[in-house]
């Protein structure tokens, strides 16, 4: 196990980081941002911390005051930054929400948590509250980053909401600044220092992926005890560019903003869209960056047709390439050890039976690497040294993938309630099959449960099945206003019941293996987790999206949705008519060839039990949608789903 090191120079609260980085660093860059023509410009630690201050004073103005809760709605660019630390700085809270939201959540949570104000990133997220105003009634004042142009302007400025534009307060702040810097400076630097530990910094509401969402209250301390240890992990160089694209309101995106100040490196805002991020890559080209599975997932099934494209023996090679690093890869991972043990293993048998496979497939793998891999790596900017996936399990054969190209992508763990990082895998040892080492600010045990429900609070050994417990001071401080759900997940000894199915390895490590409230059982009493299956699932060319179910039924059965582009390709061989998709779904070919996927994939030669066999499935012809049946981080929402598709799940059983 890795030893340790903590930096206990961070200062007690978030705005104060900001203040040390700012004096420190003076002109480093630390945001870049793309103006109206899309060249990025940069902007240095002093000059946000001199916006900060101004927003922050502009803020006061208006009437924002200390413990204040204010909704921010926005994805990523470099205000949300600015108005962040202009909250904390003034000691309120921010509620922060996506662009993808619903009108019903956004409203639910600006409601609930008793929003005066809130920042909106364009007028259309702010009509999502005009739609029905009376859900909403203290919002008082709404503050606009993009104005409306048009009929929009005049029905937004007449909507019964004081609206404020972003710029317009910045330069107010600006101007107050300036007529008595010293003064003025010294004002908000008096706030930040009020700020203690235990002051909320934010609430983050769950996204409902099993009903109401739920506020998550986050502190300073949550934050700062993450930050102590981050360097550990993720081993930047002062100046580095981080690219960040997950949606900054998740929590998993919002420590890295703060991990960039910690490390004392940059952000470039960009879109989860391979299109752009593909060519803001290429521009700023970025060392760092995070992101969830389906991300990866589609980043490397673009790589996929893009080969398949140019056919020929370009498509030959990628594949004996990729194969070989594959094998390369795992080889390497058993001569230097970086295996997960779930049983004690042989450090010198694995040794012995990886080194020479490992030094016979080197020359291959680094002929690859320089006639393919380079190449395909050169997309992502051509300096790219490490990237993160986390929000969710990680494909196997997507994370295969990425390790046969020399694309270090390592995976974490966490959750919203624990601030969010839990464990992230180790650069030096990045053992493939879990979800790496547990950070060093948290006391971790694996317990006994039974139908999701711990039995038993003593340790289970290494390799033992059971519910995933955690403590520290990660751990948020509650939900907001629900003492009884705080209570029901966080026990009398401060132990926050995480809902997760893991082990641990005998390296202390941990692998997630499913979620205690998904788990289904059978007639016959047997425990499923679905969440193996459909990972196993996932794997095939021809299924995008998947669900298992089966609570309280003799059998599992699935709804499947077609992978698109290859169903139709797989029609066109087989000289199948593709003029109505819904139609193709239907024909005894495409039936016959998803039994065959199912059958192959979850049987027990692939380690499933006979009970885990999908017995029936039904193909539907539209994709998950965020808001429908995917929440806003496309984690799948079961409930929507049985709803949604009532009468298709019962044709199942």
């Known amino acids: 196990m890795p030893k340790f090191t903590y930096d206990e120079s961070l200062p007690k609260n978030l705005p104060l980081l900001l203040k040390m980085r700012a004096e420190e660093l003076e002109d480093a860059v630390l945001q870049y941002s793309k103006d109206k023509s899309g060249k990025y410009l940069p902007y240095s630690y002093r000059q946000v911390y001199n916006e900060v201050i101004s927003l922050a004073l502009a803020l006061k103005e208006i009437g924002i005051k200390r413990g204040a809760n204010v909704a921010l709605i926005s994805d990523n660019r470099r205000e949300w930054l600015l108005t962040d630390f202009a909250l904390l700085s003034l000691g309120c809270a921010d509620v922060p929400r996506g662009c993808d939201s619903?009108?019903?959540?956004?409203?639910?949570?600006?409601?609930?948590?008793?929003?005066?104000?809130?920042?909106?990133?364009?007028?259309?997220?702010?009509?999502?509250?005009?739609?029905?105003?009376?859900?909403?009634?203290?919002?008082?004042?709404?503050?606009?980053?993009?104005?409306?142009?048009?009929?929009?302007?005049?029905?937004?400025?007449?909507?019964?909401?004081?609206?404020?534009?972003?710029?317009?307060?910045?330069?107010?702040?600006?101007?107050?600044?300036?007529?008595?810097?010293?003064?003025?400076?010294?004002?908000?630097?008096?706030?930040?220092?009020?700020?203690?530990?235990?002051?909320?910094?934010?609430?983050?509401?769950?996204?409902?992926?099993?009903?109401?969402?739920?506020?998550?209250?986050?502190?300073?301390?949550?934050?700062?005890?993450?930050?102590?240890?981050?360097?550990?992990?993720?081993?930047?160089?002062?100046?580095?560019?981080?690219?960040?694209?997950?949606?900054?309101?998740?929590?998993?995106?919002?420590?890295?903003?703060?991990?960039?100040?910690?490390?004392?490196?940059?952000?470039?805002?960009?879109?989860?869209?391979?299109?752009?991020?593909?060519?803001?890559?290429?521009?700023?080209?970025?060392?760092?960056?995070?992101?969830?599975?389906?991300?990866?997932?589609?980043?490397?099934?673009?790589?996929?047709?893009?080969?398949?494209?140019?056919?020929?023996?370009?498509?030959?090679?990628?594949?004996?390439?990729?194969?070989?690093?594959?094998?390369?890869?795992?080889?390497?991972?058993?001569?230097?050890?970086?295996?997960?043990?779930?049983?004690?293993?042989?450090?010198?048998?694995?040794?012995?039976?990886?080194?020479?496979?490992?030094?016979?497939?080197?020359?291959?793998?680094?002929?690859?690497?320089?006639?393919?891999?380079?190449?395909?790596?050169?997309?992502?900017?051509?300096?790219?040294?490490?990237?993160?996936?986390?929000?969710?399990?990680?494909?196997?054969?997507?994370?295969?993938?990425?390790?046969?190209?020399?694309?270090?992508?390592?995976?974490g763990y966490g959750l919203s309630e624990t601030g969010p990082v839990i464990s992230v895998r180790y650069l030096k040892q990045p053992r493939p099959g879990c979800v790496g080492v547990i950070f060093p600010t948290f006391d971790l045990k694996i317990c006994k449960e039974e139908n999701g429900v711990v039995v038993d609070s003593t340790p289970l050994k290494p390799g033992e099945k059971g519910m995933i417990l955690v403590k520290g001071d990660q751990i948020m401080k509650g939900y907001y206003k629900r003492p009884d759900l705080t209570e029901a997940i966080i026990d009398k000894d401060g132990y926050l019941n995480t809902g997760d199915i893991g082990m641990l390895t005998w390296d202390n490590e941990i692998k997630i293996t499913g979620r205690a409230k998904d788990t289904i059982v059978l007639l016959g009493g047997e425990n499923i987790e679905p969440a193996v299956i459909e990972s196993q699932l996932l794997t095939s060319d021809y299924i995008e999206s998947t669900i298992v179910l089966g609570q309280d039924k003799k059998y599992l059965g699935c709804l499947i949705v077609p992978s698109k582009d290859n169903i139709i390709e797989f029609a066109k061989q087989n000289k199948l008519d593709t003029t109505d998709y819904n139609t193709l779904l239907n024909t005894e070919e495409v039936k016959a060839l998803y039994t065959k996927e199912i059958g192959s994939l979850v049987s027990v030669s692939n380690g499933f039990r006979s009970c885990e066999k999908i017995n029936r499935f039904a193909l539907l012809p539209n994709s998950f949608q965020v808001g429908i049946e995917l929440s806003a981080k496309q984690e799948m929402m079961r409930y929507k789903i049985a709803k949604k598709y009532e009468k298709e799940i019962a044709s199942l059983f």
């Not at 690497?369 to 986390?390: C, E, N, P, Q, Y």
């Open 102 to 411: 619903m009108g019903t959540e956004i409203r639910f949570i600006i409601s609930y948590a008793d929003c005066e104000y809130g920042f909106f990133e364009t007028p259309h997220q702010l009509e999502k509250v005009l739609e029905k105003k009376d859900e909403c009634p203290k919002l008082k004042t709404a503050i606009l980053f993009n104005r409306p142009a048009g009929d929009e302007a005049e029905k937004i400025e007449n909507c019964g909401i004081k609206i404020i534009y972003f710029d317009d307060l910045l330069n107010r702040g600006k101007d107050i600044l300036d007529s008595d810097k010293e003064n003025h400076v010294a004002e908000i630097e008096k706030e930040m220092e009020l700020t203690q530990p235990d002051d909320v910094a934010t609430i983050i509401f769950t996204s409902g992926t099993t009903g109401v969402p739920k506020g998550v209250m986050l502190t300073h301390k949550n934050y700062r005890t993450q930050l102590t240890v981050v360097y550990n992990f993720i081993p930047c160089t002062p100046g580095d560019i981080w690219l960040s694209v997950l949606p900054v309101w998740h929590s998993f995106e919002r420590i890295i903003q703060y991990f960039i100040l910690t490390l004392k490196t940059s952000v470039a805002y960009s879109k989860p869209v391979a299109q752009i991020m593909l060519s803001d890559m290429a521009q700023i080209k970025p060392g760092w960056m995070c992101g969830v599975p389906r991300l990866w997932e589609g980043l490397a099934n673009g790589i996929n047709k893009a080969m398949i494209k140019k056919g020929g023996i370009a498509l030959k090679l990628f594949n004996f390439f990729v194969s070989v690093g594959k094998l390369y890869v795992h080889q390497k991972e058993k001569t230097l050890g970086w295996i997960c043990q779930f049983k004690k293993r042989s450090r010198l048998l694995d040794f012995i039976c990886g080194v020479i496979p490992f030094i016979l497939l080197w020359p291959l793998h680094k002929l690859g690497d320089i006639l393919v891999f380079r190449k395909i790596r050169a997309k992502f900017g051509g300096k790219m040294k490490i990237a993160i996936s986390g929000g969710g399990a990680l494909q196997k054969d997507i994370d295969d993938f990425y390790r046969a190209i020399n694309f270090n992508l390592l995976e």
